[in-house]
Every structure is written in C-alpha cells, then in structure tokens.
C-alpha cells in the first residue's frame, strides 16, 4: 500500500476545523485547571483533606487513561466522528454527577467516568489530524491544539476563580456540561470523518488492539512515550501544588493566582508555536531536545533554589515559566513524531501517548499533596524528577540524532503496527 493512501484528504476548511478538534482536546485542562482554584473550598465542603481533593485530579486522569487505550483503538476499527458526538454527550453527563456530588468519595467516583468520556477529545484530535497531516504540515496542527491546550489552563483558573467568587466549585461542573453540549452539537455540524471505511482496521476491534500492543514493542516509539509521560510528571507537580504554593505559602488571593499561572502557562504557547513555525528548519528532535533540556535545567534551578536560599514569588514564576516553555516544546513533537511512528494505527498511538500522559500525570498529583503543600520544595523536586527521567528516555530509547518521525518510515519501521492491516 503507498504512503499517500494512507491517509484521507484533509477538509477545504482545515482551519476550521483544527480549532475544533483543539476545543475538544481543551476539556481535559479545562476539566483539571478551572478547578484549582476551588481545592481548598472543596476540602472544606466536602470535609477532605488537601490530598483528598488533589484525588479528584487523580481519578479524572485514571478515567482519562482507561478512556483512551479503549477508545483509541476502537476508533481506527469504528472512525472518529461518532465516538466523538457519544462521549461529549456522556462528559456533560458525568459532569451533572459531579456538581451534585455530596461527598469526596462520591465525586471522585463521578470524576473517573467524566474522565473516560472527555478522553475522546484528546486521543480522537490527535488521531483525526494524524490521519490528514503528516511531517511538518503535521506539526503546525499539533502546535495548535498545544497552544489552545495552552489558552486552556490560562483562561480556566481565571474563569474557575471568577466562578467560584460568584457562587461555588459546584457550579464549575455545570459549565463544563455546557461547554460540552456545545462541542457536542459543533461535531454534529462541522466535523467530517477522517477514518473512511476503506481505512480503518479490518476484523472488528481485536486487530486495533493488536496494533497497540506492536507498537509497544517498538523500542523508538517506546522512547518518546516515556519521554512525553515522564515530561508530564513535571506538568502536573504543577497543576496539582501551584494553587496551594501560591494561595498559601504566597498568599495570593484566587484572582492573584489565576492570574499567576496564567503567566507561567504563556510559555507554553511560546513553546508551541515555535515548533508550528521551526519543525521544518530546525526538526522536531533538535526541538524536543530542546524542551527537555530547558526542562531540566529549570526544575533543576527551581529545587535548588528551593532547598537553600528558599524561592520568593518572582523566582518561582521564572522557573515555572521555563518549565512551561519547555513542555509547549515539547507536547507537540511528541505528538508529531509519535503520530507518525504509528500512522498504520493512529487511534493506538494516540491512545498510547494521552495513555501515558494521564497515567504519569495522575500519579504525580496526589504525590505533592501528601508530601506537604506548606512549601514549594515537594512541587521542585517531583518536577525535577520528571524531566530528569523524560531526558534519560529520550537519550537511551527515541535516541533523537536518528532523527526519527521526520520521514516517511520505512515498511520495516512500522511492522508491528501494519500487521492487523488486512
């Protein structure tokens, strides 16, 4: 089969629907980071400690995990459209059981199935424009849904904080049902399929999760997986500690803190949007490379820093904001290159790279909260010990000289995925 076969022809209005598919991968940050303003009045309400409450990010991220490696594969032997109209309905669903939930145990257990249902946004974006894009057309449209997956968190605390000035955390959980209902009827409307029938895997789901299980096996694509999970401990150290670090040890009002992250979270739009513009001059590996050693050396400086002179608020803003310039390098070569490692089974590989992600991430959130939220030293270290473990990763597995993902691989490339192609 030739490589231009396999892939559908992208849509006349690309543009258009790019931003789409970036709105539906916004729902996860949306779902995690309009809340982090609300932790603390959550552990009052609902009587939970800080760790307690941080779970709910955890569940939400397990939920994401278990949506993903089911919906993924699913979708290279079904399509991506209906999947996406059935779980958006089903997010605003889950979303009314949180807001009514009455106890910590009782939203947790509503946050796994909200999660599993808005991981459809996430593994489905990245698959559809798999399935139109390759190389450095590719990465322009994956640094667009990493800059809206930037606008997310900046936009969502504040929203989140004005939110919950006016009335309650509850009340975040019906804007997400809104939001939800409102991408669910833009689907119906304006997004074609990009997996025709022709293309999809043969033999009902079985081959799909095959294929996922070969791509496991390939020891390169193993390597920027890990890269990219490992990366985002350091992401959701952050997500999961900022507020606590900022609101008590900072003493910042939730407005002040919003607005705090939201400076931070612009270099992730930094990072993402120098990928769009320099993939095809500079490569996605000099480019990741790049973000993960700027990762590094940041959280490295951060931890210092922290264990000695102890940080102030404007040296952890720096940081951070180095870290997240370091992570808008590096979400969109991930997804690029991983992509297009996988692209005889773009729904598996998505699955495998958001698998990852929430996986890691999910770990890493409680972490903070139980080693202390009185100081930023717990946040520094786990975020070193993520890029310092994504580093190793991408050094002894992606090995990122060979440059791989940059060219149409070779048959031999992809022959645990191309297998339950019939």
């Not at 009514?100 to 145990?105: D, N, Q, T």
């Not at 904080?161 to 804007?175: M, T």
């Not at 010990?385 to 990122?400: D, E, K, M, T």
Request: include cysteine.
């Amino acid at each position: 089969m030739e490589a231009h076969a396999l892939h559908a022809a992208p849509p006349r209005r690309g543009g258009a629907v790019v931003l789409l598919l970036a709105s539906l991968t916004a729902i996860t940050p949306l779902a995690t980071d309009m809340l982090l303003p609300g932790f603390p009045d959550m552990a009052d309400d609902l009587h939970a400690s800080d760790a307690g409450v941080q779970l709910s990010l955890t569940t939400y991220l397990l939920g994401q995990v278990i949506g993903q490696l089911l919906l993924g594969p699913i979708s290279d032997s079904t399509g991506r459209r209906r999947l996406l109209i059935w779980s958006s309905g089903l997010f605003a669903v889950f979303s009314l059981l949180c807001a009514f939930a009455s106890s910590a145990e009782l939203l947790n257990a509503a946050r796994v199935l909200q999660g599993v249902a808005g991981s459809a946004g996430m593994v489905l974006a990245r698959a559809v424009v798999g399935d139109w894009y390759r190389g450095p057309e590719a990465a322009k449209r994956f640094s667009v849904l990493s800059i809206i997956f930037a606008v997310a968190p900046i936009i969502a605390p504040v929203i989140g904080g004005l939110i919950i000035h006016a009335s309650s955390w509850r009340v975040l959980f019906i804007v997400l049902a809104v939001l939800s209902v409102l991408l669910m009827v833009a689907v119906v409307v304006g997004l074609p399929e990009s997996l025709p029938p022709e293309k999809r895997q043969k033999g009902g789901v079985g081959p799909a999760f095959r294929a996922m299980r070969g791509l496991l096996g390939q020891r390169t694509f193993l390597g920027y997986v890990l890269t990219f999970s490992f990366a985002n401990v350091a992401l959701f150290a952050y997500i999961s500690g900022s507020s606590f670090v900022f609101q008590d040890r900072y003493d910042l009002s939730e407005t002040g803190y919003s607005l705090s992250f939201a400076l931070t979270a612009i270099g992730v739009l930094i990072g993402g949007a120098m990928v769009g513009n320099l993939a095809a001059k500079a490569g996605l590996n000099r480019l990741l490379s790049l973000g993960v050693a700027v990762g590094v050396v940041a959280s490295a400086a951060h931890a210092v820093v922290a264990a000695t002179a102890g940080n102030t608020l404007v040296t952890s803003l720096v940081f951070m904001f180095l870290s997240m310039f370091a992570m808008g390098l590096i979400i969109p070569s991930v997804m690029t290159i991983g992509q297009e490692l996988g692209r005889r089974a773009g729904g598996a590989a998505s699955a495998l790279i958001g698998a990852g992600q929430c996986l890691f991430g999910g770990i890493a959130a409680p972490v903070v909260g139980a080693l202390g939220t009185d100081s930023d030293r717990p946040m520094a270290n786990l975020m070193i010990i993520g890029f310092a473990a994504a580093l190793l990763s991408l050094l002894a597995l992606a090995r990122p000289w060979r440059r791989h993902g940059e060219h149409a691989p070779t048959t031999d490339e992809t022959a645990p995925a191309a297998a339950p192609v019939h």
